[in-house]
Structures are given as C-alpha cells and as structure tokens.
C-alpha cells in the first residue's frame, strides 16, 4: 500500500454535475487529494473513457472507470432473482442491489490508492447513504464516509454557482424535475409532482417501459433455468446480464415491470416511488413460476418468509452482514432443483406464465389428475382429516361447542 | 333438538347431478333420510327455489336453501381482504373462503333436524374434503362425515345411470371438460387439457373475466376503505358485497384478475389451477396500497408473513382453529387506521393504483421532499448510519477482513 | 442554546448522586427551571417523600413522587407474562419494561407543568437511552429530550466535585463497582469486573435471590392463573403485584431467577450483564406449562415467534409502537383459555413445574392414554402418516434415490 | 394379503419381548421370511451379539446389528446442536433423532436383502410411527410399512401369549409400569400415573440422572466448540460421541437435563412426557452461549426462528424432506464463527455458563467498558434515536397524540 503524503479521498463518481463538483469541494473543505471511480452497473450513458477524462479536468488526481456489468448481474442481481426478492412485495430492489457492488470497487480503490475516507454523492435522508456507508464499514471498517450533500451543505444551487466558478468541463441545465437512479436491473424516479401521492405519474417519467396500453402484437419468450439460474431464452444461451438486458428490452417493449408505490424508507419516512424493471420483473415472475412446480411445499411455504428478509435486509443496505450469508445458505440450498423451462407471455403491461416444463418436477399428472391413471390412494385421506385436523377439533369441543 | 326416528343426514347440495344423485344414494347406502342444504355464496346459476324443489323431487325428505351472500362477504372474504390473503402470494382463496360458511349452515341443519352426518360432494384427493369435514369437525364435533364420492365410489358415470335409473329430474350431459368452483369472490377452473402444465389456458376456461388483449377505453374507479373495509366506490356507499360485485363486474370487463398456477394442495401434491377473481384482486391491490400509506413499517412487514401463515391456514380448512382467531386478532388491529381514498387504473389486464388520500397517512410531504419545506434533519443520518451499521461492521472485521 | 426565562425542563429523578446533580447541572447548561419526577417501580430504597425533598434541596422548582407499582405490574409486567417474553430466550425484560412507565410519568408532568424538554440521567452507549427518548417522542412528539451524562458530558467525577461545590445534601460517596437498575420485576447488574466475560459473577453481585447452593428445604407453591394473569398463590387472591412480590421472596429465597448472559444490545454491541428475577421467572415458567395444557398446537406454535418478536420490540424501546399494539392484539386472544393452576416446586436454584389442572384443558386422558378407556383411533394414522408425508416422499424420490 | 414365497419384511428389532414377538407374528400374518435389525445408538442394555443370537433363535432368517453411535452422534445429534433443538422450548428431540438414523440402517437392510416391507413396533397414536414410515418413504418410496402392534392388533397381552406358546426365548415379565425410549442423546418416560398431570413424577422414573437435591460438590467443565461441534472437555479432545456420554455422566451425575412436559403431538393430541437429557442439555447451554459471544445480533435473532422450525420438522418426523436440508444451509452457516470456550457449573439441577472465551468473539470489552478504554462514540446516540424510532413518532402522532 503507497502512503499519501496528503490525505487521498475515493469519491463516487457519476460524471454529472453533482459529483464532478464534488471533486473540487472535497479538495477545498478537506484539502485532501481526490480519486474519481466510476463504476459501469449498466446504468447506460456516456462512455467511460470520457467519463474518466472528466473527472481528471475537474481536478482528480486518479480517475478509475470499472465495466462491473456482469459481476453485478452475477454476484448481486441473480441472488436476488434466487430469492424472488421484491421489498414490500413489490419493488426489486434496483438501487439497494447496485450499492453493494459499487462499494466494492470503492474499496478496492481507497486500497489501492492510500485513500482514508469514501465519500458519495448521496443526500442525508435517503437510504442510499446507509447503504454506501455501512457497505464501506463492513469491508473495511478504518475508513471514513463523507457526503458533501449531507456534511457539507452542497445544494444544487452551491453546486451550479461552484462549476461556473471554477468553469468545470460539465453542463449546468435546469435540474432535472426527477431524481433518478438508474441501472441494468431497473430505473427509480422520484421527487418533483410525484411527491404528492395523489398525483398520478405521467408518460413522460418511464424511459425503460413503452406505455402498456398502447396496441401491439404479444411477444412470448421461453425462459430456460438452471439451478435457479436464467441460462437460454427462447433456447439461445445466455449470461445472466444478457437475460436481463434481453427482457428489458423485450418486456420493457410491452410495458411491464412499472411500479407506483409508496414505500417505507429504512429512515424512518413514507417516500413515493416509481420503478422501471422490466427484465427484473419478468425474470423473477418466471423464477417463481418455476419454483412453483420443483420446490417442496413446506420449504416453497417457508422460502417465502426468508424472501421477504432477504428483501428488508438488502434494502436496509445490509449486504455484507452474517444474516445476509446465512439467508443465502438457505436460499442457494432451495434452488438446487429449480431448472426447467417457462414459457410466459409479454403483453400489454403483463408477464404471464402460461406453460412450465421441467424434468425436476413435483408435478406428477398421475397424482393430479382426475383422469384414466390416477395413482393417488383417496381412501388415505379419511385418516389424515381426522388427524390433520385433531387438535383444532379438541380446542373447538372447549371453544366453540 | 328433535331425535329422529331414521338416521338423518344434512346434504350439502348444488343442484347439479353429482349432489342430486347423492340424494338416493345415500339414502341406499346407509338408510337414512337425507336433507338438502343450499347456500348461496354468489355462485350464480338456477333460483334457488327450484334448487329446493328439485332437492325434494329427487327424494330429499326437508330441503334447506339460504343466501349466504352478504354473510360471506362480511364474515369470510372481508377478513381475506384485510389480511391480503393470497395463497402462494396469488391466489385469493376464493374456494378455500366459501366453505367454512357452508359448513357453518350444514351444522346449524344438522342441529335443526336432528342429523347426525354431514355429507358432501367432494373427491378424496382434494382441498375442500379437508375444509368440509375439519370445519364441521370444529363446529360440532360429534357430527360424522360422509362423502359419497370418495367412500362409496360414486363415480359421474355411475351417477349418470343411476340418475337415468331413478329416472331423476335432472339433465344427465356430458362432464363439462372442467371441474369449476365459483362464489361472488372468484372461480376456480381445474382438470382437462389444463393438466398438462404446459398446456396454455384457452380462452374458453374463462367467465368471469373478458379477454385483457382485447382493445377497449380504461375504467378508471375511486374505492374508499374505513378501517379496512371497503365503503364506498366512485364516492357512492355500498357494502363489502356490493363492493366485490361491482368490481367483478368492472375490473372483469378488462381482464383483470386472472391467474394460472401450479398450486401446492393441502393432500401433498401439486395440481394446476386457473383461478379468475377480479373482484377479489382489484380490492386487495387497493388494500395493500392504501396500507402503504397508513401502517407503520415494523408493523406492515411483520403484517406481511402474518399474512401469509393466514392465508395458509385458511387454503389448509383451519378456518375455526385457534391460531386463525388470534391471528385475526392481529390484522384488525392493524387495519384500524386504514381509512382513505385508492384510485386505480382497471385496464388490460391490469389494476394500478396510481393515487391515494387519506387523513390517517403517515405519508409526511415535509418529511419526504427535496423541496422547499423539507423538515427532515439530515445531521442525524451519521449517527444513525454508524449505530444502524455496528453489530455488522463489528462482524465485518472479524469475518471480512 | 438560549431558553427563555419560563423554559422548564422535567427530568427523571432517582434521588441517587447523579440526578441530584443533574438538577442544577441542566439549570445551568440551559438556564431552565427543572421539575424532579420520581416514580416508584418497586424499586425498593428510600421512601418517596424523602426523594421528593431531596429534589427541592437540590434546586428543583417542582417535585413530582408517584408509586407506579401497581400500574407497572398490571400494565406492563403483565402483558410481558402473558408474552413469556425473554430476551435472546432467557431475559425477562426488566429494565426494559420499567422505561414506558417512567416515560408516561414524565409526559404527564411536563404536559402539567408546561414544559418543553425531558431530562433523563441515562449514557449514550445503552438501551435505556433510546427506550426513554423513543417513548417520549412517542407520547409527546413535540417534547425535546436531553441526557447530561451523554449531552454535557456530566462525568461521576465531575458530579461529584459539582455536588461538593454547590455543598448538595447528597452523600458523594465512592462508585458502586457495578452499575444497578432494578424494580419488583427484577435487578440487573453490569459493568466493573463483570466485563471480563470470563469472570464468574461472585456472590456479592446478587441481592434479590439467595445463593442456589445452599442446603435449605424446597418451598412448594400453587399458582392460579386466569386468562394469563395470575390471580392466586396457594390459593389465597392475590393481585399482580403482589404475585410478583411473594415469588421474588419465595423463588429469591431458593435461589431462583440469576441470568449470567452476553447480551446484544440496540446501539450494535454486545454486553456482559447479570440480572436476578425471581418473581419473574418463576411466573412466566408457570404462565408457559399452563399454555402448554391449554393452548392448541399450532397457536402455540406460531405464539413462539411472536413472543420473540414482542421481546425484541419491548427490548428495543418500541413499547408504543403500533407493532407492539398488534402483537397484543394476537396475545391476548391467545392467553384467552389459559386458566388453571399450577404446581412449582421452588428449590436450589429451580422452579420446576410438576402439576397441571385446568377446566380449560385440552389434554384429554382419554385420547393419551395406552390404559384402558383409550378412544383414540388408531386405525386413522395410516392415512394421516401417508398424506402428511407425500409432498416429502415425492420430492424424496427426486432428490434421495 | 397374498405374499410371494420369497417376499421379505425387515424389522426394527430391540430384542425385547415385542420385537422379538413381531418376528414370528408378522411371519404368520404375512407369509414372509423377517429379517430383524437392531441398531444401536447408544441406548444401553444388552450386548449387539445377544441380541443378534435372540433374533436368530425367535425365527428371523437373517438378522444384523449395527453400532450407529457415532453415527448417531455426528450426523444425527451434532446438527440438533448446532440448532440449539428444543422442541416447545425445552425437549432437545431425544427419540425423534434417533428415528432417522434406525431408518437409514432398516432401508440399506431392506435393499441389501431384497425386502419389500419395513416393519416397526409403534402403536398408532404416537409420533414415531409417523417418524420411522415419512423416513422410509423418503429414502425408499417403494417400500411398504408396516406396524403390528397398530395394524395387526398386537397388544402385550397377546404378544405374551404368543411368546409363551412359540416358548420363544425370551423373559415374558410383566410390563414396565411406563413405556421408555433412550439413547445416548437422553431418556424418555410416559404412561402410568404420569398420565393424571396433577402428579408429580417420583424419582424412580430416573435412570440418566441423580436426584438434584442431593448435596453433593458442584463439578465445573470447560467446553471447547469449533464452528459449533463440541471438541474437548476440559482441554482434553473428545469426539461428539465422547463429548455427550462425558456430558451424561458428569451432568447426570448432579441432575443436569430432567424435563417434565405436557408435548404437543405430531397425531394431534397432547402428552404427558418425562425426559432426562443431561448431555443434551449441557451441550445445547454451552452452545448457545458461545453463539451469544460469536454471532451477530440479526444473524442471532433470525436464528432463533429459524431453531424453532427445525425442531418441529424432526420432531414432525421430516428429518429427509427439503425444508430440513435447507435450514441446516442456514445453520451451518450461523455456526462457522461459533468456536470458542465456555466454563459451566454443573450443580443441583442446573447447568450454569459463567465464562466464555473465544478468539472469534464479537463482545469488545473497549465498545462495551464504561471504563478506560472506552471506543464507543456516544455522540452517535441522538442521530440514531431520532431516526431508529422516527416512523414510530410520525405513527405516534397520529394515534397517541
């Protein structure tokens, strides 16, 4: 490890406006040297080249650009797929799957470069802060965190009036009416009108999804697991990026995956949030459909709740804690038979699964049916009424005879 | 109570053939005298004074018939909604709900006339062997069971000649290709070519529903909840019933509502279901918006898993245990405070809530924006964050590092 | 920070060195009036007048004394019975349970007096911090809350010379080596040598509870409950406090109730504490063996979880949260039927049940018993045995064979 | 039944008159040759050769005998362990383990001999006719079961009479007031008197452990745990075997592990149990104490549920279905950092933690002391409090105010 003779800051870098003022602020109320790393989570964009380049005219001195597209669908989307997570039941987790990831490389740089401190982009009443800051601690609890936002009082305002000071390289518009995060797993928009729930969202807020009333033809996608694992569509082999980019594109196209909620912060407040996912949405729907026919009931019942915290705890930026190791023990051992093929039709704002295949099935049609080759033994059934519902029985005789 | 001279048995009868013929066969099997009881759960179909009548033409000695309606929207699909049920995080237990409150009539007959068995139609490979006779079990547990089908081999084509045999007032067709369950909450659609879960639904399977692909103007409707319940729709009052009756009607018109599931059955197999609920779904989809609002976050995630246990127990027939009442003990407390408006969007296929109002919101616009009048302090978010992330950043440097 | 000339501050007053010190301590840091509120939980020591003068000596503008003993009992120590609520399975909460009614206390007497913040003597590394200031925002959300040991920085030492200084009628005598806070539920000591969590606790540590070692004659106790709250000890009527106060006597004097745990704390780190409950535990081991006679299995069963819960969220200083007023929701209608007595031996450091009788009873000699009068039908298991297996048995023949 | 001249029933022999009876009985019944089993998995009494011979002498064709305790031990005992299993918060699941492991060694019998059935000698209302036939039908879903006692009505009575005209060779003594089932992981005792649950069990019911109010010297132990299995006594290395028969001896020896319980069963009803488990007991207290040094606060609250659940599915007799398999992914998980020393006193009944150690300890004497050394940054305290109970002010608000 070099040691910097002047303090060294790794800072969050976007290329916007916001984080490349950062660069000259942090310097100014620091006097630390500061080290952009900008991390590709598929978030679309500039190119990371310039990107990089920015970052060094407006005064960093190292800039390091990271393609971290497919350790994020790998290492962070597929866990999440594998746990069908949707936090409140809705929404997949887009940002707080991005956060972790993104922490990572941060780290790797304040190492690599001698930094003592992280600092980020994010506002002190959102959960991305928790999320960057207890990351940064659980993977290397001697750092420090900044956020200029949030610590240094540095307002859009502050911001504009510093780049056109400094005649920083960057474009000072209008802010943008929304705060938007955004990356290959989904899109989040936020503030602005939405902020009175009433109000509901225009067209103009959706850049993932085409609007789902308008008229076009179905398209229907058959979507090949292993082991939890998307790995073929439509039978071509895919990386688990390619299946996410491939369903955005294709259920993005049909308008599925936009969510209106308002969800409970880790912060303590109510905020009103749209979302874009639609490979995400599209992807877990078929996970779930097949976990339908290939896991065992009682585990299928029990998965359930270690979903939703799995959820809680990924969204209240907990990533790198033992539960969230141990939740995924459960969660890998449950997916070992979940491979097969669904068949789903994208339409109209839906994703529907209408056909499942799989040789790891539960489903046995000669139990099922009520045709020629059934094998199920009914005479067994008198016995476990009378016992499966005993001690119901015995506790009514008290209660309610 | 009258103690009858012969043996009684109550019937739960539909008025189709498979019950009608029970009526004789019973009464060869064991010698009793049969009772018909017919309750209306909002199934549709014949009047049920000529479900009487024919009950009594095919040899039944009393015939009961009563509309249970506003009772099982009251008493059985209101506590559904208030605890979001959806088995499997789906289906709205539309069958699994209407039994209890059968079995809560075929009880008080029995009492009435002095029978000592219930006797139902079912399979013995099915759910609702287990909600019939666990329910009556619970309600008078000194009742016997009896299911014709199931203990005495009474197959359809057996029924047919017997029914041609007695020459019974009923029409001996063909099976439809489908087993059905249907009441004002749902309908449940089973068997056939739907057996081979590949296989896609056809159009055909559905009633309740139009076709969501099909091109029409959206509706869009306003529903108003006190305290959980449903009150009024587009500003006009109406009970839970009415409420679920207008939105079969309205959200079925678009779509909504349908569902195509490898279910996990009560017996231990797995069997496929196409359920249609419209209803049922546009107003859970409110209720749980609406809840987003109005309860707070500790309680609304422990509110998730109670929900699913709930929704569990009552699919497994354990509507009368003790562990369903003190559960219910639960989701009313925490339905206390959800009152407002939800505007949703019915549209193909779809039900969006895309507004809500309540004066119970614990949505706080000063707590949430990013504009003028933000009255979140930021400076508390460090300490916070570091304390939050402690226990796990302790661990970190242990197991990380 | 400027107060006006009226500002009046309410401050939690023990009568202790510290919070005699507090009095003029926050007088001067914030120029307010302070009001002294002393409330008595059982907590034993001086009488309440003597407290109460202590408080006007030491400069308090009002002295507020008021014996809670019985509302904490029934109102707090109760619902925690009924819960069997302990902590990481094994701490009944004492502490804990004593901060919301010193919190309503508090309120009460700000809101009577007039004043704007609410002083406790509390550090800023415990539970007892968050669980007084949580209660407080959650009672009176405009109340400020201050704590001079953590906020001031008011160090024993400095107490000390402050109290000498200002000649204050308070012995200023050495620290006691450990840190106590106790009251009729129980007595919890932490710190000094104890922090070495490989030190055994020494006998010098304890106060409620004799040594368990010592020969002494087992005390046998009969205890009724009804609905969850005992009502009676050896067959005399006794109120809820008074059931606690006689089994701290009888179980302490058997050496009954010493915890020697690591404990997780709220603020993220672990501690060494040692507490003593005779009362408490004797209660709650009783309260537990009659539910296990008078609650059905799967309510008993899913009771388990919530009691964790319910431990956790009092633990945690959400006693007012709306989560806690739900899970009473379910407790109490789970504590409906357990009435009955129970028969304890206390000796040597246990309290081992060993009787059981109850109108409510769900254990039913004639279903358990092999003897003569057996009606349990054993012809049903096969059945049961069957189809309680298959989802196991079919995943089993794609997984084992 | 028709049976084939070569067909061949495996039975679980213990040598004792029913078993041995079985052999003959099922012979006659069925036609088929009987190959008896016997495991031993620590439950004392005769030598396996004994037992081997008397199975030969009283028909079997074949018969095997297996020492399963290591077996037992570390497959069986050690993940109960590492769950801290205690089914209803107290019965560490002495029989309930051991089912499985019989299971194992019948099935490889069973296909090692081409045998079409397995034969036990349960009665029809207990759990473990459940246990032994959900094991054999998930191992080996082509084997029938069967259970003379239940299914060809063998009661002691006639199985006295069948040895004593067969003059099998066996003592025909008159029958243990209570039915018993141990091994080395603990004892259980039911029926008799026990079965009035007024009365209290006398210490004749007690073989594993001394009477703890005998006055005797306490013994204190040091265990040593790596990642969660007990390695050394004492600093001497021991295998799990070792480390509970050591255990048994030492704990028993100062009545350490005797339990008096009223048992939900798996068949619904409710029993009356006696249990002595001091090995058991001993270990699962050390373990739990070392976790509660080692384990991280969620990791350690999640796991709590997660030990309930996998009690009741072995207690359920589930030990092969997937949900276990999964939840042990979960604990193994947990236990990685679970090493480390706990010293206990083992004395009049009780089995007391008073010191652990351990180099993957997560208890910080500089976070926890309140003395020099202090890290704890307590000015984090009021930004945590202020947003940790932030969405409970925002609800108090509006509910309390």
């Known amino acids: 490890m070099e040691i910097a003779v002047t303090d060294r800051v790794v800072l969050a870098y976007s290329g916007g406006l916001d984080t490349s003022v ?8 620091t006097g630390a040297e500061v080290i952009a790393v900008a991390v590709d989570v598929g978030q679309g964009g500039e190119d990371l080249d310039v990107i990089r380049q920015r970052a060094l005219d407006c005064g960093a001195v190292e800039a390091e650009v990271a393609d971290a597209r497919d350790e994020f669908a790998n290492e962070y989307c597929l866990p999440a797929l594998k746990a069908n997570a949707l936090y409140q039941g809705q929404y997949p987790l887009v940002s707080a799957l991005s956060r972790p990831v993104i922490v990572k490389h941060l780290v790797a740089a304040a190492q690599k470069h001698g930094a003592t401190t992280v600092a980020h982009g994010c506002t002190g009443k959102g959960n991305d802060q928790v999320r960057f800051e207890v990351g940064i601690q659980s993977l290397a609890p001697s750092l420090k965190c900044i956020a200029p936002v949030r610590d240094y009082a540095m307002t859009r305002d502050k911001a504009i009036a510093f780049a056109e000071a400094k005649n920083l390289p960057i474009v000072t518009t209008k802010k943008n009416p929304y705060s938007i995060d955004q990356n290959v797993f989904g899109r989040a928009v936020e503030t602005g009108f939405l902020e009175d729930i009433w109000n509901a969202p225009i067209e103009d807020v959706y850049e993932y999804t085409q609007n789902p009333a308008t008229e076009r033809a179905a398209d229907e996608v058959v979507i090949t697991f292993e082991a939890g694992v998307p790995v073929a569509i439509d039978g071509r082999k895919v990386t688990v990026l390619q299946a996410i980019e491939e369903l955005n594109k294709r259920a993005g196209a049909q308008g599925v995956g936009r969510l209106d909620m308002v969800e409970d912060r880790l912060v303590g407040i109510k905020s009103r949030e749209i ?4 490979g995400a949405i599209a992807l877990i729907t078929a996970h779930q459909a097949l976990e339908n026919v290939t896991v065992e009931r009682e585990l299928a019942r029990y998965k359930r709740q270690v979903e939703q915290r799995w959820a809680e705890l990924v969204y209240d930026g907990l990533w790198f804690s033992p539960l969230k190791r141990a939740l995924d023990g459960f969660v890998n051992e449950a997916n070992q038979h979940v491979s097969g093929e669904i068949r789903m039709v994208l339409h109209g704002g839906r994703a529907v699964v209408n056909g499942r295949k799989s040789d790891q099935s539960l489903y046995d049609f000669n139990l099922a049916t009520y045709d020629t080759g ?28």
Chains 1, 2, 3, 4 share one sequence.
């Open 22 to 29: 950062c660069i000259g602020w942090i310097a100014e109320e």
């Open 275 to 278: 979302y874009e996912a639609p």
């Open 374 to 401: 059934d094998t199920f033994d009914q005479s067994m059934s008198k016995g476990f009424i009378e016992i499966f519902g005993l001690s119901s029985k015995i506790a009514a005789r008290r209660d309610l005879a």
